[in-house]
């Protein structure tokens, strides 16, 4: 319940942007765009839940982005028509970005350097394993049973929209009800104290990072069926929008605190700001200055509602 | 540790000298913007295949998109004492140092594919208003004059995007019947431009005749949002640039036109003219490669 409240301010703050577009544009309110809006968001989403087991422990990840390029490209290299079926993709991806994201755990738990540091190092090497793996161009002429991830709907629904919607309810299933879920809190909330109470704190950060590492990759797969290609060079600076999304959603940065039902909910209020600005029309530049106004805005309005 | 870089370093330092050696050729040090650009990375094929057909040499270092990296490149040039350099500005302004220091040098330098501020020994482009200009006269053609339309921002600032909106406007002006509903920057990017399209297929639906995209990877995006809402067929959707994906769309009959930007061509007149200036031979100091119109009609001459 008292979750509940703190999140208050932040459903009231995506309520009030909603009731203004709506008012604004009649075609925001629209069965159609919302669709459109959660799957525009599924992306990010599903980097957003990932990091948030990072970041729940006290930890970040800067690599993200480039993660969802090199495996991206790794997908498409084996989603060419004809070739393999299609779960050969989806598993290269989520295999490529699990590799990487236990790569980096190792480094960090074993070899006790600074998450920020080696995620940094992994954001940059991942980059140039993408471009190698590529040869610097898109990776195009992907099988239609493959972009269908991207592109096709279920009922009604768009696929991506499935698997976010799948990969929130597991990893909320995770963290509200396995014991691994508590152990990532209780490693965020004070580590020593963690690691003095029994619990194996290299096991849950190489987890967290794994695991964060494989979403990215299962990003990575959505991103590539959706445009089509394996692009080397997609990805730039979706770190940031996912790490933002989960700190919006009431994760604090500094570990052990939030979860993914917040983490959704950011997400969302970001698709809302984009597609709000978009459907207004308000020009390039003065976007970016709206977009980062209300990101602090809701911030700061969800942490005043924490205090009182 | 130190000990193991400097081996390495050796090795690969004796590996570059090697190239140099046998009959005594001009030597040209190239600086490319960023190599992991795929039209970036044909300019530079372009320039080795020239450079062999010549009989010169070329040292190519990437600058990876960093300007100062690119003055440095370009001032180990100097030091090297090289015949000619041949620049790929990464930008306007920031990459105009390495120009001055070819300058003092007396090295002669030319800029291939965008400018500086400072003025080099001769410039090989062409002209990013045109492509725009011959993109939006193909929509104006296609519309008969008079039609709803929307536009794609490259990376706003960007001396492509300035350009480009600059030579669309132009044609625009000229042709008040057709309107812009909207324009939007989607960054160059393929899944930024399908939000985008997929917002204003929202906001203003069929109202919609006509898209251009400043650069091939939107129009990509854009065309993929508007195949997904089955409007394809009532909505023109023009690039720029002629990426493979492009060439392909426009054979299958998905996207209605691009713009050849001819790498080879630019690639070809940049070091034919490097070469002059080391010969001293006169040169025009300005070389601009036409775009073309790339339709379903003549894709195949553009398609390897």
């Known amino acids: 319940m008292t979750r509940l409240l703190g999140r208050f301010g932040l459903v009231i703050a995506l309520a009030v942007l909603c009731a203004a577009l709506s008012a604004a544009r009649p075609s925001f309110l629209t069965l159609g765009n919302l669709v459109n809006l959660i799957r525009q ?7 957003a839940v ?6 729940l422990t006290g930890g970040v990840d800067l690599s993200l982005g480039s993660l969802v390029a090199l495996t991206g490209v790794a997908a498409a290299l084996f989603a060419h028509p004809g070739e393999y079926p299609v779960i ?26 600074a998450p920020f540091i080696v995620t940094l190092g992994m954001m940059t090497a991942a980059r140039g394993l993408a471009l190698v793996a590529s040869g610097g161009r898109p990776v195009s002429n992907l099988s239609p049973e493959f972009t269908a991830l991207g592109g096709g709907q279920v009922l009604g629904v768009p696929v991506p929209v499935i698997v ?6 597991a990893a909320w299933v995770v963290l509200a009800r396995f014991r691994m879920g508590r152990h990532v809190y209780a490693v965020g909330g004070n580590e020593n104290a963690a690691r003095a109470s029994g619990i194996r704190v290299g096991r849950v950060k190489m987890f967290v990072y794994t695991l964060c ?5 299962l990003a990575g797969v959505v991103l590539a069926a959706r445009i089509t290609t394996g692009q080397p060079n997609a990805g730039v600076g ?22 993914v039902g917040g983490t959704v909910l950011g997400a969302l209020l970001m698709g809302v700001i984009n597609n709000g600005l978009d459907l207004l029309n308000v020009p390039s530049y003065y976007q970016q200055i709206v977009k980062g106004v209300i990101i602090v805005g809701a911030v700061w309005m969800d942490r005043s509602q924490h205090k009182s | 540790m130190r000990r193991l870089v400097t081996a390495v370093l050796l090795v ?33 094929k372009g320039m080795e295949a020239k450079a062999r057909e010549l009989g010169v040499t070329l040292i190519v270092n990437d600058a990876q998109r960093n300007a100062e990296k690119q003055v440095q490149q370009v001032e180990s040039f100097v030091a090297q004492k090289v015949d000619a350099i041949i620049l790929n500005p990464s930008e306007v302004e920031a990459s105009s140092p390495a120009v001055d220091r070819a300058v003092a040098a007396g090295i002669p330098i030319v800029n291939v594919n965008s400018e500086t501020r400072s003025a080099p020994s001769a410039f090989v482009g062409s002209r990013d208003e045109e492509s725009a200009r011959i993109a ?47 324009d939007q920057t989607a960054e160059w990017d393929r899944a930024k431009a399908m939000s985008l399209m997929e917002n204003w297929i929202q906001s203003f639906g069929p109202k919609i005749q006509a898209v251009f995209a400043q650069n091939d990877e939107m129009a990509m995006g854009a065309l993929m949002a508007l195949e997904q809402a089955k409007m394809k067929d009532k909505v023109i959707v023009v690039g720029v640039d002629s990426i493979a994906d492009a060439l392909e769309a426009v054979k299958a009959g998905r996207l209605d036109a691009t713009v050849f930007q001819d790498a080879k061509g630019q690639a070809g007149a940049a070091v034919e003219t490097a070469v002059k200036l080391i010969r001293k031979q006169p040169v025009d100091k300005q070389v601009y490669i036409p775009f073309q119109l790339v339709t379903r009609d003549n894709v195949a001459q553009y398609l390897k």
């Not at chain 1, 990932?50 to 970041?55: D, I, W």
């Not at chain 1, 976010?164 to 309810?169: H, K």
């Not at chain 1, 590492?213 to 990759?217: N, Q, R």
């Not at chain 2, 600032?157 to 132009?170: F, I, T």
């Open chain 1, 41 to 47: 968001i599924s992306i990010n989403g599903i980097l």
């Open chain 1, 213 to 217: 590492g494989a979403l990215a990759g």
């Open chain 1, 88 to 113: 050969a993709p989806v598993v290269a991806g989520v295999a490529a970005g699990a590799l990487c994201g236990a790569a980096s755990g190792a480094v960090i738990t074993v070899g006790r350097v």
């Open chain 2, 12 to 44: 690969l330092l004796a590996g570059c000298g090697r190239t140099g050696q046998g009959p005594k050729q001009p030597v040209i040090g190239v600086s490319m913007m960023n190599l992991s650009n795929e039209f970036i990375a044909m300019l530079n």
């Open chain 2, 136 to 182: 939006m006269e193909y929509i104006v053609k296609r519309l008969g004059g008079r039609g709803d339309i929307v536009m794609m921002h490259g990376f706003m600032g960007q001396a492509a995007q300035l350009k480009r909106d600059q030579g669309a406007r132009e044609v625009l002006r000229k042709n008040p019947g057709v309107k812009m509903l909207a």
């Open chain 1, 50 to 55: 990932g990091v948030t087991f990072v970041l």
């Open chain 1, 238 to 259: 979706y770190e940031l929008d996912a790490i933002a999304a989960v700190v919006i959603g009431g994760t604090s940065l500094s570990g052990g605190v939030g979860g």
């Open chain 1, 164 to 169: 976010l919607a799948a990969v929130a309810a």
